[in-house]
C-alpha cells in the first residue's frame, strides 16, 4: 500500500546522543516536512525539502539537521546541540505541483530524552 | 512562523449533537484542510477545501472555504463517540503548510 512510513514509533535518546528519525514514502511526492509537535500546541515546521539534494530550514530548525539524498526518503537527525528534543515528532510529504496542495502524514515518532 | 487561530480549543459534547469549529488566518490561503488526530497518531486528512466558497462534505462532515480566503469552518453532524480526537485546520500558500492549534472533542455516550 502507499503511505508514508516513520520509524520508530518510540525513541528514547541519553542527553549528549545524536538520534536520527526514518521517513519514507512510496507516493512519489517531491515535497517532504517535518514537524514537532508538542502538547496542546500546533504543528510547527522544523524542515522541508522540495526536491531533492535541496532542504530549507523551517522555524525551529536549530539542534536538527536533515539530508535529501532520494526522492523516498528524508531523515531527521536530532542533535545534541536541542536542548530541548521530548516531542511528537511527524513526517509529511505533498504530491508535485500544481496538485501539491495537500499534505498527508506519518504515524509519528515520539522522542523522549532520559 | 504562522499559526492559524482555531476555536473552540475544545469541546465536551452528547453523543448525536453537533458539532462546529473553524479557524482564521490574517493570511490569505489557496486551500483549507481539516484532519483528525487520535492520540499517538499522525493527523488524517478528512476534507481538501480548494477555492473560496466551496462547501464540501464527507459523510457527517461539512466543511467550507470562506469567501475572504482567510477562514474554514468544519461541522460534524450527529455526533458518534469515535468522532473523539484532536482536530487541526491547515492552510497551504502554495509553499508552506500553516496548522491551527487544535480542537480536543470529547464524545460523551
Known amino acids: 500500500d502507499g503511505g508514508i512510513t516513520q520509524s520508530p514509533k518510540y525513541l528514547f535518546r541519553k542527553e549528549g546522543q545524536n538520534v536520527t528519525l526514518s521517513c519514507e514514502q512510496n507516493l512519489n511526492h517531491d515535497a517532504m516536512y517535518w514537524y514537532r509537535q508538542d502538547p496542546g500546541q500546533g504543528l510547527r515546521l522544523i524542515y522541508y525539502s522540495q526536491i531533492v539534494n535541496d532542504f530549507q530550514k523551517g522555524d525551529i530548525a536549530e539542534g536538527y539537521s536533515v539530508s535529501r539524498e532520494k526522492k523516498e526518503s528524508f531523515p531527521l537527525t536530532v542533535t545534541s546541540a536541542q536542548k530541548n528534543p521530548t516531542a511528537f515528532y511527524l513526517c509529511?510529504?505533498?504530491?508535485?505541483?500544481?496538485?501539491?496542495?495537500?499534505?498527508?502524514f506519518g504515524q509519528g515518532t515520539r522522542l523522549t530524552v532520559v | 512562523g504562522q499559526q492559524l487561530n482555531q476555536s473552540p480549543q475544545s469541546m465536551f459534547i452528547q453523543e448525536g449533537e453537533d458539532v462546529s469549529m473553524n479557524c482564521t488566518s490574517s493570511?490569505?490561503?489557496?486551500?483549507w484542510l481539516w484532519y483528525k488526530q487520535d492520540p499517538g497518531e499522525g493527523p488524517v486528512l478528512l476534507i481538501a477545501l480548494y477555492k473560496a466558497g466551496e462547501l464540501t462534505s464527507n459523510g457527517r462532515l461539512t466543511a467550507q472555504f470562506g469567501i475572504t480566503r482567510k477562514d474554514s469552518f468544519l461541522n460534524i453532524s450527529a455526533s458518534i463517540p469515535s468522532d473523539v480526537g484532536i482536530y487541526f485546520c491547515?492552510?497551504?500558500?502554495?509553499?508552506?503548510?500553516?496548522f491551527g492549534t487544535g480542537t480536543s472533542l470529547t464524545v460523551i455516550p
Open positions: 493570511s490569505i490561503f489557496n486551500t
Open positions: 509529511a510529504s505533498s504530491p508535485p505541483r500544481p496538485l501539491g496542495t495537500e499534505a498527508f
Open positions: 491547515a492552510g497551504n500558500t502554495g509553499n508552506q503548510f500553516y
